[in-house]
């Protein structure tokens, strides 16, 4: 039976809150603004949950911005696939799992530009068998349809079973169990009062891959 691992991308394989705080840092110095609108820009984008058409909005009005906030949001997915960050023993652990015989596909909502950015310029796009983005297939998680064309993509297929991985309550735990997969929860503390019920709970990628590494069955 082929063994598949379907991945979220931000904030599971690339640390995506902190690529943003880089952004922010950087859009705050090139704007002569001070640490604290920083911490302004942080507390907007909400995790990178508040839309970018509205995130850019309140951007330009509360800090004074000149030219359309759409030039804004343009520049920025520019931007951020050069500022996303994935560690090589992140890397090194997936390319383990395909050794392994593991089928293994990233699943991510958002921009295809932003998104298909960053997994090209962090290297995962070597070290993967296939990924899915949203943006490019008109289909969202936790929507069975963007984990199907992702395991379809790697040679795979649903009907057979697998595990999501992935740190969103609700587009990659009540998603991964709708598609009757177990679940491996990443818990960054992001959201309190919120917690699923995965199979299991980790706080990085590389225990959950080390899980899959093991033979463990779902609990």
């Not at 000149?66 to 949001?73: K, M, R, T």
């Not at 390319?95 to 290297?123: C, F, P, Y």
Request: glycine share 10%; net charge negative.
């Amino acid at each position: 039976m082929t063994r598949l691992a379907l991945f979220d991308l931000d904030n599971t394989l690339v640390d995506r809150d902190e690529a943003f705080r880089r952004w922010a840092e950087e859009f705050a110095n090139d704007h002569g603004l001070d640490a604290e609108a920083v911490e302004r820009l942080v507390a907007l984008d909400e995790h990178g949950y508040l839309p970018r058409e509205t995130l850019f909005a309140h951007i330009q009005e509360d800090f004074g911005i000149d030219g359309p906030a759409e030039d804004l949001w343009d520049a920025y997915r520019r931007r951020m696939p050069h500022l996303a960050r994935c560690p090589q023993e992140v890397r090194d652990g997936l390319t383990r799992l395909r050794t392994a015989g593991w089928r293994v596909a990233i699943v991510t909502n958002g921009h295809a530009d932003n998104q298909l950015g960053k997994i090209r310029s962090t290297g995962l796009d070597e070290v993967v068998d296939a990924w899915a983005v949203s943006g490019a297939e008109g289909v969202r998680k936790p929507e069975r349809g963007l984990f199907e064309i992702a395991a379809t993509r790697a040679g795979a297929s649903l009907d057979t079973g697998g595990w999501v991985i992935g740190d969103h309550p609700v587009m990659d735990m009540a998603g991964g169990r709708a598609i009757g997969f177990a679940t491996i929860w990443i818990d960054r503390g992001t959201w309190a009062g919120q917690e699923p019920a995965p199979d299991h709970t980790v706080t990085d990628v590389t225990e959950a891959i080390r899980i899959l590494l093991s033979g463990v069955t779902r609990l």
